[in-house]
């Protein structure tokens, strides 16, 4: 959570006020390049891919909403980033990150010996040699909307208490 908020450049910040919750919530629901609830739970609403939104407008500023949007991969939500680690002993591994404590991670991946169902795997923090912060398969949806659309999708996920 170290890193800068980048949607408070100013090119962003026209996002962050205003808006129209109905639009937004037509475009989280139904906008073909955005494709929110492709991904996303509200309420019931939705898919499982990426965290449940209900009560996100209770959670967090507007900018950290907006900045969710334009730089998913800046703040992910445990459960949900894909973290590559390259052990001492030269094993690479990558998955879901879980979970974390002062002396390992959780990783949630593959099962080797039964396709397509995962395990969670405990690396020590003591055997990581290299880590890759969480990155989300979210796209950057600054690219995939225009400001107005985000600030209408801001207003809606404001609302969601």
């Given at each position: 959570m170290g890193r800068e908020i980048r949607a408070r450049r100013p090119a962003y910040r026209v996002c962050l006020d205003g808006g129209d919750k109905a639009a937004g919530q037509t475009i989280f629901l139904t906008h073909a390049a955005g494709q929110c609830s492709k991904c996303h739970k509200v309420g019931g609403t939705g898919a499982e891919a990426g965290p449940d939104l209900k009560g996100v407008g209770t959670r967090g500023k507007p900018e950290y909403l907006l900045e969710s949007l334009v730089n998913p991969s800046a703040i992910v939500v445990p459960g949900y980033g894909i973290t590559l680690v390259t052990l001492k002993d030269g094993e690479s591994t990558g998955g879901t990150l879980v979970k974390e404590t002062a002396e390992a991670i959780t990783l949630k991946l593959p099962d080797p010996d039964h396709a397509g169902q995962l395990i969670e795997r405990v690396i020590p923090?003591?055997?990581?040699?290299?880590?890759?912060?969480?990155?989300?398969?979210?796209?950057?949806?600054?690219?995939?909307?225009?400001?107005?659309?985000?600030?209408?999708?801001?207003?809606?996920?404001?609302?969601?208490?």
């Open positions: 923090l003591a055997d990581i040699a290299d880590r890759q912060p969480p990155i989300s398969a979210m796209p950057p949806m600054g690219i995939l909307l225009k400001k107005s659309e985000l600030r209408d999708v801001i207003a809606y996920l404001k609302s969601l208490k």
